[in-house]
Nanobody
Framework: VQLQASGGGLVQTGGSLRLSCVAS????????MGWFREAPGKEREFVSAIKPNGGSKYYGESVKGRFAISRDNARNTVYLQMNSLKPEDTGVYYCAAGRAIVSTIATDRGYIYWGQGTQVTVSS
């Protein structure tokens, strides 16, 4: 499975972006999907995840109430709607797919396929 993330860009504080992650070479329907981000000089941070049927969603503390994850299994795509963006949301955002369970869904261990990342920059 190959993952292609897109939708990043430069936005002002308070703005919105919608990231997409499209899969090819396989179906996403059986995988949990996650979004992680990396900022310069910082460790990779869990952002959000969604179980295969979309029934359970998870968010990192710093994005709760501002970001929303969704998926369209028919389109092999997962989305991350990001609202009320802040400068600290700046980073490279990666999508990932795997057989994550509750105990691993917010960690790298839950995922085996990773996209190439898309840059999000929030200006103050």
């Amino acid at each position: 499975v190959q993952l292609q993330a897109s939708g990043g860009g430069l936005v002002q504080t308070g703005g919105s972006l919608r990231l997409s992650c499209v899969a090819s070479g396989g179906t996403l329907s059986g995988y949990s999907m996650g979004w992680f981000r990396e900022a310069p000089g910082k460790e990779r941070e869990f952002v959000s995840a969604i179980k295969p049927n979309g029934g359970s969603k998870y968010y990192g503390e710093s994005v709760k109430g501002r970001f929303a994850i969704s998926r369209d299994n028919a389109r092999n795509t997962v989305y991350l709607q990001m609202n009320s963006l802040k400068p600290e949301d700046t980073g490279v955002y990666y999508c990932a797919a795997g057989r994550a369970i509750v105990s691993t869904i917010a960690t790298d261990r839950g995922y085996i396929y990773w996209g190439q990342g898309t840059q999000v920059t929030v200006s103050s």
